[in-house]
């Protein structure tokens, strides 16, 4: 798995080897420290988190009740809504991104071509 997701980042990156080596270990080392950059939007980029689309990891609570939530969840439709994930922290928030992004590469490699 772990070839086939840095072959699929190198390819969709159009990165070096070495740089999409260091992509997947970022995502499958969830203790490694994340780094965040402010979001215009109000919430935070979540360095090192990628999606096979190419979209980055931007987790934020700017939300009326102010809680913490991934930005791009595909699974709320709706604020307090069955779906609507949300979390305690910053950290919180972007570690389960970055579960969701493992899951994204590995169901991207996985899929037949």
Excluded at 88 to 98: C, F, K, N
């Amino acid at each position: 798995m772990f070839d086939s997701s840095a072959s699929a980042i190198q390819a969709q990156s159009h990165c070096v080897a070495t740089e999409a080596f260091e992509q997947v270990l970022r995502l499958v080392d969830s203790s490694a420290p994340l780094h965040y950059s402010r979001w215009r939007h109000g919430g935070w980029y979540v360095g090192g988190v990628r999606y096979p689309s190419g979209a980055c990891g931007c987790v934020s609570n700017n939300y009326p009740d102010r809680k913490w939530r991934i930005a791009c969840d595909d699974r709320r439709q709706a604020l307090n809504a069955p779906g609507d994930v949300t979390f305690g922290s910053r950290e919180s928030a972007a570690r389960a991104e970055q579960l969701l992004a493992l899951q994204a590469w590995e169901a991207f490699v996985r899929a037949p071509a």
